[in-house]
């Protein structure tokens, strides 16, 4: 029996699945100091060497490219020391695809930066290179200004997590205190020993006094007679840092204000984001920020599977396994955002939220919380890439009127906030641009380094 070519179904091959290139092609290794790299055909090495990584070094790789014809060029990624080729490259018209290291470790063999520029050539001439996502240098800017935020997130909430510790070794009753501003300023009073109330009138304004009731004024002057002089300098510390952190937190939020003042396509996008319940500025930022441009994603499983929310999968000849964990591949930014703005809409999402109740019915389900948070992340990253794919807004196709007035009520609500949170921090941008004396004096703490005061204390002894 002899097929006929017209029932014979072929499937074409994109880049990263086997379509081998014709012509020239370059890979290089990239390094802090050096470039290693490799020019070849199909058939023979026509140069490699290595050239410093600055300008001139870059521009001498360029003109080799035109020299030789180069249709592509692979460069492996290596921290932040590839974008400034890469940017180069994309100025002259050379298209250049980043890889991630992994696939290019994977052939084994001698290891030097010269055979690595050859492997690195030869798997992008073979076709198994796939292409990473390349950004702009201001949505690259963006994006280590997002990350910064995140790992300054990470370190309030490890300073939250001790005084809470501290809180439960003297029994106080009040541990929420440091998720407020009110509660932060009542813990360095505490850390100061400020126990007369003349001296708490004078410190706290008259817009938080109200929130003083007997019980507090009872817990904490219980709670600073136990602390000894070590344990409240320990809290002035940690109270001083988380202070800091809000400040610091708050300039790096101006980031994304920057942005959106200047670029009118991404605050376009900023505000389609917006309009859906449950996701707000920061993570409206970060999402656009990993995400760099939409068209990298030809359909919203590839944007889930690049964030990691995708099943993982085990199989062995006709057996396939789908274990029902996520693989945590791809970028773990993106994912934090959507896990937590899907953790929000669970705890304090509106009744009417068609995501809240997804994910409240997958938890009755499957008696699960992360399992159903999992799910409804992905489907999240679904929306958003409809969102930002299709230019739709949330809730303009198939909402009915019972639906949208609520969805308007919140949309208005939400703009307000978002209004007022900028108006905040123009108010902190023209803060930290002023006068921040007392700010640096208040961090350098002593004049005298504590090593000498502690040998005059041993040396009076």
């Not at 990263?16 to 050096?34: C, N, Q």
């Not at 280590?144 to 809470?164: E, G, H, P, S």
């Not at 507090?216 to 000894?228: G, I, N, S, Y």
């Not at 656009?288 to 099943?311: M, N, Q, R, T």
């Amino acid at each position: 029996m002899v097929r006929q070519k017209g029932n014979k179904k072929v499937t074409k091959l994109v880049e990263g699945e086997g379509l081998r290139k014709s012509g020239a092609i370059m890979g290089v290794d990239v390094h802090k100091d050096l470039l290693a790299y490799c020019i070849l055909t199909e058939k023979r090495i026509l140069e490699e060497l290595t050239v410093k990584n600055d300008l001139q070094g870059i521009q001498s790789l360029i003109s080799l490219c035109q020299t030789y014809q180069v249709s592509s060029v692979a460069v492996e990624s290596t921290a932040q020391y590839h974008f400034k080729l890469v940017y180069r490259l994309l100025e002259a018209g050379i298209p250049p695809l980043v890889a991630n290291p992994q696939q290019t470790k994977t052939t084994q063999g001698k290891k030097t930066d010269k055979f690595d520029a050859r492997r690195i050539a030869i798997a992008h001439r073979d076709g198994r290179l796939k292409p990473s996502v390349i950004s702009s240098q201001e949505i690259l800017s963006l994006r280590k200004a997002n990350r910064m935020l995140f790992k300054q997130i990470n370190d309030a909430t490890k300073i939250k997590q001790r005084l809470n510790q501290l809180f439960h070794q003297k029994d106080f009753t009040h541990p929420n205190l440091v998720k407020t501003q009110f509660g932060v300023q009542l813990l360095q009073l505490v850390a100061e020993g400020l126990i007369p109330e003349t001296t708490w009138n004078s410190q706290v304004p008259e817009k938080l006094q109200a929130l003083v009731t007997p019980d507090l004024l009872k817990a904490r002057q219980e709670f600073q007679d136990r602390l000894d002089e070590i344990e409240r300098m320990t809290l002035g510390n940690e109270v001083l840092q988380l202070q800091l952190l809000r400040i610091t937190m708050d300039r790096q939020r101006m980031a994304y204000y920057a942005v959106a003042k200047r670029n009118p396509h991404f605050q376009t996008l900023m505000k389609l984001l917006l309009r859906i319940p449950g996701i707000g500025p920061d993570t409206a930022a970060t999402v656009l920020a990993e995400i760099a441009d939409i068209s990298y994603f030809p359909s919203p499983k590839h944007l889930a599977k690049w964030a990691g929310l995708a099943p993982r999968v085990y199989q062995s000849g006709h057996h396939q396994h789908i274990t029902g964990h996520i693989h945590k591949g791809g970028n773990k930014y993106l994912r934090r955002a959507v896990v937590l703005a899907c953790q929000n809409i669970y705890a304090k999402g509106e009744p009417n939220n068609p995501l809240r109740q997804f994910l409240r019915s997958k938890k009755k389900e499957k008696d699960s919380y992360w399992l159903a948070i999992c799910a409804g992340a992905r489907k999240l990253l679904v929306l958003i890439w409809y969102v930002l794919k299709k230019q739709f807004e949330w809730g303009t196709r198939t909402a009915s009127p019972e639906v949208i007035e609520p969805i308007k009520q919140a949309l208005t609500a939400k703009i307000k906030l978002f209004q007022s949170k900028v108006n905040r921090y123009q108010r902190i941008w023209e803060m930290l641009s002023g006068d921040c004396k007392e700010v640096f004096e208040r961090i350098q703490g002593p004049q005298q380094s504590p090593k000498v005061l502690l040998k005059a204390l041993l040396n009076s002894v």
